[in-house]
Nanobody, 124 residues
Framework: QVQLVESGGGSVQAGGSLTLSCRVSGLTFRGKCMAWFRQGRGKEREGVAAIMSNGGNTVYADSVKGRFTISQDNANNTVYLQMDSLKPEDTAMYYC?????????????????WGQGTQITVSS
């Protein structure tokens, strides 16, 4: 059984930092794209960042470039999202996702394994 379990969510003031973790079980990292998505209240789910397990290539949404960093620990099947300089508009439920990787992207429809999400609230 594949499980993706996010942790690290919480509340922070604007300008602060948080690090999200996603522990994956039942799925090997090899050949996978791992990604973070988010969904604000009343908004569609959007891609934030993704990383290719083979080689570590990354891609980011324009809205988070230079502020968020995705990384992975293959030995522990864990993906991280370091979030710095947080803004109120970063407030959302953040989801970890995975798929077999051919081309790295952050298209919601192409990911078929999802976690339950962790809430991030950024206050001004």
């Amino acid at each position: 059984q594949v499980q993706l379990v996010e942790s690290g969510g919480g509340s922070v003031q604007a300008g602060g930092s948080l690090t999200l973790s996603c522990r994956v079980s039942g799925l090997t990292f090899r050949g996978k794209c791992m990604a973070w998505f988010r969904q604000g209240r009343g908004k569609e789910r959007e891609g934030v960042a993704a990383i290719m397990s083979n080689g570590g290539n990354t891609v980011y949404a324009d809205s988070v470039k230079g502020r968020f960093t995705i990384s992975q620990d293959n030995a522990n099947n864990t993906v991280y999202l370091q979030m710095d300089s947080l803004k109120p508009e970063d407030t959302a439920m953040y989801y970890c996702a995975a798929r077999t990787c051919y081309i790295l992207n952050i298209r919601t429809s192409e990911y078929n394994y999802w976690g339950q999400g962790t809430q991030i609230t950024v206050s001004s």
